[in-house]
């Protein structure tokens, strides 16, 4: 792993990660990332989390009237429908303008393997997606009438006033929203994944290129076969003229494009944008070495929803199994007569005890009372991390050893409050039932216990990333 310094410590490099920790709440269980590797973030996504900004949600399916799914996209098995085909040509036809194919065509004929697919009426998506780049048209065309110069390019996701005025104009004549500065840059700049570069073998029979900050470049070295793959979050923007039309917010990870957020400018809606990015981001994945395109959650009952089983073909997450399940025909029949067919047979018409996560959370009932689903039964948490070793960030004050206040890492089994609660299990072995509660000595208030809040947070986050993160305590108190 990335060997990376825990914010606020000077003297530790320590190959771990940082989150703080919130509380389950309004059907949901919340966590804010300090930071997050693109490794990390691939196995939380894989086990049904997302990001909006810097705070990672997992939801409960169970409390929720409409269920939120995880899905992706093999790309190397996508095959665009007869619309995204359509809407793709249409806008490639309005940047090339009337002139552009005959006088390409005259310059740069087409082979007789190019005029068979055509007849075939076989289609290339990475030709046509590509085909209206400046950096693509065919050579001596560069000054036909009514050509538009277009420029695609994947930048890094920081701030810039360009990208506000077009989620500022976006906001407000698409939303009917109101935008700031501080919102824009909390929900779609300055990620928590952490961006780096990896060098992967060229697949078989996939092109290995594309456009990276600003410039086309060639991602393949050919004397190894192999090429530099991009890592974290970056912003996908689109320059008409010179200007900015749109931009897609991505996550680059080991798998996987995973796309955040599309905006446009509305003067461009009759172009169908949402399918010419989408299908550009699948290509992205195709040629940068990523198995599948993540669309976000897909939620049966909501209309706006639907558009996202058009790009097929599609697998979604089995909330209890973390297993990958064709959303095909069957599937949907299924989710017509009960969005929550997904949950496992043990749980299926079993009464919950807690009507809504939030009563649970005030009964301070764990996660595995609540039945959460794809939360890590704490049999099994217990026999695979050592639960007592796992490193939280805490602020000690300037007295003593520490002439001045500084964050320190410790294992949080030296915090004020660990406590060795006893945890049962149900007749199966696979549960836990509720952990001791314990009096709050600062407050007087009940609360959870706090090997139960590290407990809860590790199963939420699978064993993967529970082994080697760092929670941020901010001002814990080391026991003396």
């Not at 973030?41 to 409409?66: F, K």
Request: charged fraction near 25%; include cysteine.
């Amino acid at each position: 792993m990335t060997e990376m310094t825990i914010p606020g410590i000077e003297e530790f490099r320590l190959n771990r990660q940082a989150y703080s920790y919130l509380t389950p709440y309004g059907g949901s269980y919340y966590a804010q990332a300090t930071r997050l590797t693109p490794d990390h973030y691939q196995s939380l996504i894989d086990h049904g989390w997302r990001r909006s900004g810097n705070v990672c949600y997992l939801p409960d399916p169970v409390r929720s009237c409409c269920p939120h799914y995880t899905i992706r996209l093999s790309v190397q098995k996508f095959s665009p429908r007869k619309d995204h085909r359509q809407a793709l040509s249409r806008w490639n036809r309005q940047i090339l303008g009337p002139n552009y194919t005959h006088e390409a065509a005259k310059r740069s004929p087409k082979t007789r393997e190019q005029k068979k697919k055509q007849m075939e009426g076989l289609f290339d998506l990475l030709s046509a997606v590509h085909e209206p780049e400046v950096d693509h048209l065919v050579e001596g065309t560069e000054n036909v009438e009514g050509l538009s110069k277009y420029q695609v390019t994947l930048e890094t996701d920081e701030f810039t006033e360009e990208k506000y005025r077009l989620f500022e104009k976006y906001q407000r004549e698409v939303h009917r929203d109101e935008s700031s500065r501080s919102g824009f840059k909390r929900f779609l700049c300055s990620s928590p994944v952490t961006r780096e570069t990896r060098t992967i073998a060229v697949p078989t029979g996939r092109q290995a290129s594309g456009q990276i900050n600003g410039g086309t470049t060639s991602l393949s070295d050919q004397s190894s076969h192999h090429f530099q793959q991009k890592l974290g979050s970056f912003h996908q923007l689109h320059r008409l003229n010179g200007e900015l039309i749109a931009m897609s917010v991505l996550d680059l990870l080991p798998h996987a494009v995973s796309a955040v957020y599309f905006i446009y400018d509305p003067e461009y809606s009759r172009f169908s944008l949402g399918k010419v990015s989408a299908l550009r981001e699948a290509t992205l994945a195709l040629e940068g070495g990523y198995d599948y395109y993540y669309m976000g959650y897909y939620i049966h009952s909501c209309a706006k929803m639907r558009y996202k089983n058009e790009y097929k073909p599609q697998e979604f997450l089995d909330w209890k199994s973390r297993e990958w399940v064709k959303l095909d025909s069957d599937a949907l029949r299924a989710f017509d007569e009960d969005e929550h067919v997904r949950m496992s047979q043990d749980d299926q018409g079993a009464p919950l005890k807690y009507p809504s996560i939030r009563e649970g959370a005030d009964a301070l009932a764990s996660l595995w009372t609540l039945r959460m689903p794809g939360i890590t039964p704490y049999k099994d948490l217990i026999q695979k991390i050592n639960l007592e070793g796992t490193l939280a960030s805490v602020k000690m004050p300037a007295e003593g050893f520490f002439k001045e206040a500084k964050s320190v890492v410790v294992p949080v089994s030296l915090l004020k409050g660990w406590q060795s609660a006893n945890a049962t299990s149900d007749d199966s072995g696979d549960q836990a039932e509720d952990l001791d509660r314990m009096q709050d000595d600062e407050s007087g208030e009940d609360s959870k216990p706090l090997r139960t809040t590290v407990a809860e947070f590790c199963a939420a986050v699978g064993v993967n990333v529970a082994k080697e993160m760092v929670l941020d305590f901010g001002g814990g108190i080391v026991d003396s």
